[in-house]
């Protein structure tokens, strides 16, 4: 089916009496899953390394009887490789911390706002998020 540019012009004056802009139009994040819980595309990504890290760091506990203790340990354990070990991850930034009996994981956005919002999670695999500061165990659950 051939439009041409005139097809194009008719599809963005559509949108436009429909009172969306071109940008929203483009940008409205599509889920990746049912129940998916990310609000945009940097936000699936981050989620997305986050539950690769957490099964990581369970297959690594359960061979080794320990948490691992940074994530450089983690390469090669289920889906996690070595260029996952780089902590700049598009529009985040991963914190990784170990400690006694376990660990904390953070995934910090360049720019913090409802798109792009914090999260945090530990051993107990449950990932919690903020949108308005640094995510704690005391944030909401991502659901």
């Given at each position: 089916?051939?439009?041409?540019?005139?097809?194009?012009?008719?599809?963005?004056?559509?949108?436009?009496?429909?009172?969306?802009?071109?940008a929203?139009?483009?940008?409205?994040?599509?889920?990746?899953?049912?129940?998916?819980?990310?609000?945009?595309?940097?936000?699936?990504?981050?989620l997305?390394?986050?539950?690769?890290?957490?099964?990581?760091?369970?297959?690594?506990?359960?061979?080794?009887?320990?948490?691992?203790a940074?994530?450089?340990?983690?390469?090669?354990?289920?889906?996690?490789?070595?260029?996952?070990?780089?902590?700049?991850?598009?529009?985040?930034?991963?914190?990784?911390?170990?400690?006694?009996?376990?660990?904390?994981?953070?995934?910090?956005?360049?720019?913090?706002?409802?798109?792009?919002?914090?999260?945090?999670?530990?051993?107990?695999?449950?990932?919690?998020?903020?949108?308005?500061?640094?995510?704690?165990?005391?944030?909401?659950?991502?659901?």
């Amino acid at each position: 089916m051939k439009t041409g540019w005139t097809g194009v012009f008719k599809g963005i004056a559509a949108l436009a009496l429909a009172g969306v802009s071109l940008a929203s139009a483009q940008s409205t994040y599509q889920p990746k899953f049912p129940g998916d819980p990310a609000r945009s595309e940097a936000e699936a990504a981050a989620l997305g390394y986050m539950r690769t890290v957490l099964r990581a760091q369970t297959q690594y506990q359960r061979k080794n009887g320990k948490y691992a203790a940074s994530l450089a340990d983690l390469v090669h354990t289920g889906s996690f490789t070595r260029r996952m070990v780089n902590p700049e991850r598009g529009e985040y930034t991963v914190s990784f911390k170990s400690r006694k009996d376990g660990f904390e994981l953070t995934m910090t956005p360049k720019q913090l706002d409802a798109q792009h919002r914090s999260f945090y999670a530990e051993e107990d695999g449950v990932i919690h998020a903020d949108e308005e500061k640094a995510a704690t165990e005391d944030s909401p659950k991502v659901k």
